[in-house]
């Protein structure tokens, strides 16, 4: 019997244990949302043209605007005038046709 009482004991201080073990996860993870909006919204923010030649600048990196020579046309449907464009930083591009 008194195993019985002592395992009760046990029983129900873990569960308070793991009850408050819970919460604290909970908060946790309630604090983790929060960061991951506030981020969100920061990275929706330094996305903008304005932010980004704002960074040029202050950086002096010397970027322009493309030039018309630079300017690729991407097709939706396939056609037999395609090439692959390799952009000038190295991305490669997607097929695409180049409009004079």
């Known amino acids: 019997m008194l195993g019985g009482v002592l395992q009760l004991v046990y029983l129900k201080n873990k569960s ?5 073990e ?8 309630a ?21 980004i030649e704002s960074r040029v600048r202050e950086l002096k990196l010397g970027l322009l605007p493309p030039g018309p020579w630079q300017e690729v046309y991407v097709l939706s449907e396939p056609g037999p005038e395609e090439i692959e464009v390799i952009q000038p930083h190295g991305f490669v591009g997607q097929t695409a046709t180049i409009v004079p």
């Open 31 to 51: 604090a983790i949302h929060q960061d991951n909006e506030r981020l969100r919204k920061q990275i929706l923010v330094l996305q903008t043209p304005a932010v």
């Open 22 to 29: 819970i919460a604290r996860l909970e908060q946790q993870l």
């Open 16 to 20: 308070m244990t793991l009850g408050r």
